[in-house]
């Protein structure tokens, strides 16, 4: 499934999807790679009650190192971390999920990253130059950049990773034909032998020139760099199949690089010499499958970090354990419930619409989750500077309005209580994976259905990409995800446009106004294009919104210089994570 979306400007760090996925979240992380931020103190409308100590970024101390359980005390170079299991495809701009890509943030740096206010920052470029039309943008790299293998680091790299992204075979997810490169087209058609916009200025400096203004287009192409030299190898215009049998020996920039994949039971990174910062002050970093285990493995020290809903009763647990630092952390992504638009029953947004009046989403995502939620009505978080709730419809939990819509829509109650229509029943075959936010939504959402008349059919799977296969084969009506933590606005939209990920849905007036959004760079014209989107998409709900999610992570006390980003999450601390004596 191409979640391109949920992408993001492929700025779409890599790293900014680190620890995006609670181990008992409602919603499983889309599959997609990349993407990214911090409470907005303002929104207290929709961002839910909280206790003091659920302020974002603030820790809690651990009480007693003594209670340390003593596996976690042996370690002396190695610190292991919770993560759902991964695809195993492990090369930037070609990950199957975001578990991939919390990978991937490991094996992997970018030309540009985001600062914590979520301002384009350097990273393997130390610099760029946007000309006056906005147009033309040169980057330009540090010196003595080296890939994990120790070759270095140059602009021909750059040029090869632009340029694969315009193959006719690329159909990974970033989202790189929005950007409109010059002569980008071209070569996708075959009609011309490079891309004209990418220009190789010299060994560390690279241009490329744009159709039209972006304003993402500087971290959407300030993603990873691919070496061409291993990578490009084996490359001919039109076949891409060739890197698949790189995914399990990448070569990257990042802070580690990949010691073993066992699929199913962990993932083993080393300390990579050649990282620009330095090497990492941790040897070895480890990612362990924990799905349903994740407490018992904490408790007993197998892991040193896991993530969790940030309810007061997590909370209190974790600071039962005695020897855990806890963070909490709200996460700049939002959950829906993605729908099948080319079932004919989801195709009127009348039906739509009663879906989501007849869902009890505050009983769902915020009371069960103790206040650690917060219902969600449009693609963007409270804590985005284009968040609006002007011209909002909450559907607040409605039964009666929702059966006036199913009754306008044409759908009458047969003999056995089940809508008709046609003579075909009102069915709704919902797809989840095993998890506590699953086994909540399940029983609440099926009684709310029953009472509409509607047939809920629900189907949980242990395996996630197993769900992701469902999906793929569009044999469902109703899909729980979440995305990524998204940075700018447009990051949570692609997935609406004509070729994104919710098929079926094909609407001039959006695809219109996201190029408008686009582009410009002025952030207040962009807040008022955004306010539009986001008023259509709540009119139209393409998915059904669903909920805002606030995280707490436990660690083992022991560990120093930990610290969260608002748009990149824990990924650009890890190397400097230490275990303390």
Not at 226 to 236: I, M, N
Not at 240 to 262: A, M, Q
Request: glycine share 8%; with cysteine.
């Amino acid at each position: 499934m191409k979640k391109s979306t949920l992408l993001l400007s492929s700025l779409i760090l890599a790293s900014s999807l680190l620890f995006s996925a609670c181990s008992d979240n409602q919603d499983d992380a889309a599959p997609a790679s990349g993407a990214a931020a911090v409470t907005n103190p303002t929104a207290t409308t929709t961002t839910g009650s909280a206790s003091s100590e659920q302020a974002n970024g603030q820790v809690i101390q651990a009480a007693d190192l003594s209670k340390l359980p003593e596996a976690a005390k042996k370690r002396t170079d190695t610190i292991i971390a919770s993560l759902t299991d991964p695809a195993g495809a492990f090369v930037p701009y070609f990950t199957q999920s975001g578990y991939d890509g919390n990978v991937n943030s490991q094996l992997q740096s970018s030309l540009v990253t985001t600062d914590d206010k979520g301002v384009p920052a350097p990273d393997l470029a130390e610099k760029w130059d946007i000309s006056p039309d906005n147009l033309t943008i040169t980057y330009h790299l540090r010196k003595d950049l080296k890939f994990s293998d120790g070759s270095p680091v140059t602009a021909d790299d750059v040029a090869f990773t632009w340029t694969i992204l315009h193959d006719k075979a690329y159909s990974g997810d970033t989202a790189v034909d929005v950007i409109h490169v010059k002569g980008g087209a071209d070569y996708k058609a075959g009609k011309a032998k490079t891309v004209s916009g990418i220009k190789v200025i010299d060994p560390l400096t690279i241009s490329v020139t744009l159709e039209q203004p972006n304003a993402t287009a500087l971290t959407t192409l300030g993603g990873p760099v691919l070496s061409k030299a291993y990578y490009g190898k084996d490359y001919k215009f039109g076949n891409l199949d060739y890197i698949k049998k790189l995914y399990l020996s990448p070569v990257g920039t990042g802070p580690y690089t990949l010691e073993k994949f066992i699929p199913g039971q962990e993932v083993r990174f080393v300390a990579n010499p050649y990282y620009y910062k330095g090497k990492p002050k941790t040897e070895h970093f480890i990612y362990k499958t924990s799905e349903g285990d994740t407490w018992q493995y904490l408790e007993t020290g197998e892991i040193d970090f896991a993530s969790f809903s940030a309810t007061q009763e997590n909370i209190d647990k974790l600071k039962a354990l005695g020897f855990a630092n806890i963070l909490s952390y709200t996460p700049s992504s939002y959950g829906y419930l993605q729908l099948n638009l080319e079932h004919e029953q989801l195709k009127d947004k009348k039906v739509r619409q009663a879906l989501t009046y007849g869902l009890d989403r505050q009983s769902i995502y915020v009371d069960a989750a103790q206040g650690a939620g917060a219902i969600a009505n449009i693609p963007a978080s409270p804590i985005s500077w284009a968040y609006t709730e002007e011209g909002i419809n909450p559907y607040k939990h409605d039964l009666e309005k929702a059966k006036q819509l199913l009754d306008e829509a044409g759908w009458k109650a047969g003999s056995d209580g089940i809508r008709v229509k046609d003579g075909k029943k009102l069915t709704i075959h919902f797809l989840g994976s095993k998890n506590k936010g699953t086994d909540i939504f399940i029983p609440i959402a099926k009684e709310n259905f029953q009472a509409l008349g509607i047939d809920f059919q629900p189907e949980v799977f242990a395996d996630f990409n197993a769900l992701v296969s469902k999906v793929e084969s569009k044999d469902y009506d109703m899909a729980s995800f979440s995305t990524p933590m998204l940075s700018d606005p447009s990051d949570g939209l692609a997935m609406f446009l004509p070729n994104g990920d919710v098929k079926g849905f094909n609407n001039p007036k959006f695809t219109e106004l996201y190029k408008q959004s686009l582009a410009t760079t002025d952030i207040e014209a962009r807040k008022k294009i955004y306010k539009e989107i986001f008023q259509l998409l709540n009119d139209e709900l393409p998915v059904i919104f669903t909920s805002y999610k606030k995280t707490v992570y436990g660690y083992n006390g022991r560990i120093q210089n930990l610290s969260v980003s608002p748009f990149n999450g824990i990924s650009e601390s890890l190397p400097e994570w230490s275990l303390s004596k």
